[in-house]
Every structure is written in C-alpha cells, then in structure tokens.
C-alpha cells in the first residue's frame, strides 16, 4: 500500500486523539496487545510515540488478534475506552466476538470469517478470495486525505462483520469481492468519549525459518503468513 508519510497503522492510531497529539509536544502513549512483532515496527515509524505497558498510561489502546474475554478485565477496557481512550481493534481468528460487541456497545457484530487453510494450497485458497478494497468514508477524512487507497493491495483473510446504523464503514471491499461485497475493513464508532476502530484484516507476517534448510524451501514463502503486503 503506498501513503504519504507513514503506515496504515500509524494513521489509524494517531487519527484518534490527532487534535490532542497536536497541541502536545510529548510523546505520545500507545499500549499494544498482540502476537505480532510487524504491528510494532510500524508504529515505531513515528518517533513521537511511545509503547506502556497498561491502558491507563495510554492515550491509545490496540489490541491484535485478542480481546479481553468478558470480565473484569473487559469491563475495565469498556470503561476506559467511555472516558476517553482511544482503541484500535485489528482483527484476527482469535477475536471473541463477545467482546467485540460489548466494546462497541452492540453496533459491530462477527457473523463469520474468510478464512485460507495453511499449507501447500495455501497460495491457492488465498486468490479464491482475494478482494480489492475502496475508501467509503467522507471525503475530508484524515484516513482519506493521508492514505492513497486507490492504490491499495488486495486483502486476503478477514472477517465478516454486521455493523449498526451508528458505526461509521470508512474502508470496504468492492464489488468485486468474490465472498461478500461491501465487507467493513475499516470502520469507527464512538464509544462515550473514545472512539474505536476496527481494522478487519488479519495480519501475520509468517515464519521464514523454513527457508534456512534449502533454497526450495525458501522459495514456498512464509509459513502463516496472512496479508503481510498490507
């Protein structure tokens, strides 16, 4: 995906408290909740922010291919995304759909995944529903005027998602989509004072250590890899 100034991620992060990033000269608090290592390298591309280690030092919350399950822990997160914090869900076949109503309060529901099996096929099942993405939102948008979506890879695994009449759809999946046209990729909600995203593209970059015994291994790829071009 071609931009102007840094990754999708970093965009989306920062899109959720930009007016307060501005007025500040401080670094700004990410914490980060997932498996991949690939999430954090991106956000490091902007030197004004910085990881903690807990949602109540953060300005902005993401969390990978995991949720809190319902509970404490949960219900925490819910309030801290009302009085103000910021949160970035990227999708992934590990999300409890439970929880991702709850902290949407009941406006973004999973129905169902898009799914490629690993292993020597996998390449194969992927082209079946690979899908071309579109930006859906308003025009004067921050994630419109920054990112060139026009120019945007074609996305792979996801989620099917049912979202409500208050959730914003901002990125979708075209027409063309041989599974299910118009799926969510990138939508945002309110939640009191915070804002959610949801990223609906699952994301790992694979484990090349196969390719460290033979150079016909090498050739095969990552093993678990899933839209690593986005």
Request: aromatic share 6%.
């Amino acid at each position: 995906m071609r931009i102007r100034w840094a990754s999708a991620f970093t965009i989306a992060t920062l899109a959720l408290l930009v007016s307060a990033a501005a007025a500040s000269l401080q670094r700004f608090p990410v914490f980060y909740q997932g498996a991949e290592a690939l999430v954090l390298r991106r956000l490091a591309l902007d030197p004004s922010t910085s990881r903690v280690d807990h949602p109540a030092d953060a300005q902005v919350a993401i969390f990978q291919d995991e949720l809190p399950t319902p509970g404490p822990a949960l219900d925490d997160l819910e309030a801290r995304v009302g009085s103000g914090l910021g949160l970035l869900i990227v999708m992934g076949p590990h999300i409890d759909p439970a929880s991702l109503r709850t902290l949407t309060h009941d406006e973004v529901e999973q129905t169902g995944v898009v799914d490629a099996p690993m292993g020597p096929k996998h390449s194969t099942a992927s082209e079946k529903i690979a899908a071309t993405i579109a930006y859906v939102g308003p025009k004067s948008d921050l994630l419109a005027t920054q990112i060139s979506w026009n120019a945007a890879v074609r996305v792979y695994e996801r989620s099917l998602l049912a979202v409500g009449a208050d959730a914003m759809v901002l990125v979708a999946t075209t027409s063309s989509d041989p599974v299910h046209p118009g799926t969510p990729i990138l939508t945002r909600i309110k939640v009191g004072r915070g804002t959610v995203y949801i990223l609906n593209v699952w994301l790992s970059e694979g484990n090349l250590e196969a390719g460290e015994h033979g150079y016909r291994q090498m050739l095969l790829g990552a093993r678990g890899l899933r839209n690593y071009d986005f």
